[in-house]
């Protein structure tokens, strides 16, 4: 499978986390995400690493788990930085219209009086990162569901169809009749 970096700068980018990761941890990111996809493949290839228990007690096993959590953790900072923004931009617009003589009290402002969304960019734009907040909310548990469906966008979702191209052309090359 050919994993470019132009489609994994692309693909982040379009999750909105290249805004909030700084370039040295965002190079650290694009170097390992490679790196768990073609140990993944060779885990396939070798059957040894076909037993989980086997395969963890490795010395591929446990490289293979601190690069995940290299990437879990950077997927989580950038997470957590964005709700932190979003938060300080939901305070900003709840003293903003509370400043504007609108007879209103903190508790009974609803989500739909004032913006929480902070999803709104330059040029009105919104990142994949934004929507997926604004969907399930700015929670520790929801933080997680959008962590794993980042990690999904960012792991699973490289060159899907070529990878699935290239293994089916394998098994038939291994039973071409």
Same mark, same amino acid.
């Given at each position: 499978?050919?994993?470019?970096?132009?489609?994994?700068?692309?693909?982040?980018? +379009?999750?909105?986390?290249?805004?909030?990761?700084?370039?040295?941890?965002?190079?650290?990111? &694009?170097?390992?995400?490679?790196? #768990? /996809?073609?140990?993944?493949?060779?885990?396939?290839?070798?059957?040894?690493?076909?037993?989980?228990? /086997?395969?963890?007690?490795?010395?591929?096993?446990?490289?293979?788990?601190?690069?995940?959590?290299?990437?879990?953790?950077?997927?989580?900072?950038?997470? &957590?930085?964005?709700?932190?923004?979003?938060?300080? /931009?939901?305070?900003?617009?709840?003293?903003?219209?509370?400043?504007?003589?609108?007879?209103?009290?903190?508790?009974? #402002?609803?989500?739909?009086?004032?913006?929480?969304?902070?999803?709104?960019?330059?040029?009105? &734009?919104?990142?994949?990162?934004?929507? !997926?907040?604004?969907?399930?909310?700015?929670?520790?548990?929801?933080?997680?569901?959008?962590?794993?469906?980042?990690?999904?966008?960012?792991? +699973?979702?490289?060159?899907?169809?070529?990878?699935?191209?290239?293994?089916? !052309?394998?098994? /038939?090359? #291994?039973?071409?009749?």
């Amino acid at each position: 499978c050919a994993f470019s970096a132009k489609s994994r700068k692309s693909d982040f980018k +379009a999750s909105g986390a290249d805004e909030s990761a700084s370039a040295s941890d965002m190079s650290i990111y &694009e170097q390992t995400v490679p790196r #768990l /996809l073609k140990m993944t493949v060779d885990r396939m290839l070798t059957f040894r690493h076909h037993n989980d228990r /086997l395969f963890w007690r490795s010395d591929q096993g446990q490289l293979y788990r601190m690069l995940l959590d290299r990437a879990h953790s950077f997927t989580g900072g950038v997470i &957590e930085k964005r709700v932190t923004e979003r938060e300080a /931009l939901h305070e900003t617009e709840r003293s903003q219209v509370l400043g504007t003589g609108i007879e209103a009290d903190a508790r009974t #402002l609803s989500s739909e009086a004032v913006p929480t969304s902070g999803s709104e960019r330059v040029g009105g &734009e919104r990142d994949f990162l934004d929507v !997926l907040l604004d969907q399930y909310g700015d929670c520790d548990q929801a933080v997680r569901i959008v962590q794993n469906e980042l990690d999904s966008l960012v792991f +699973a979702g490289h060159d899907t169809t070529a990878c699935a191209l290239a293994w089916t !052309l394998y098994y /038939l090359a #291994l039973h071409p009749a």
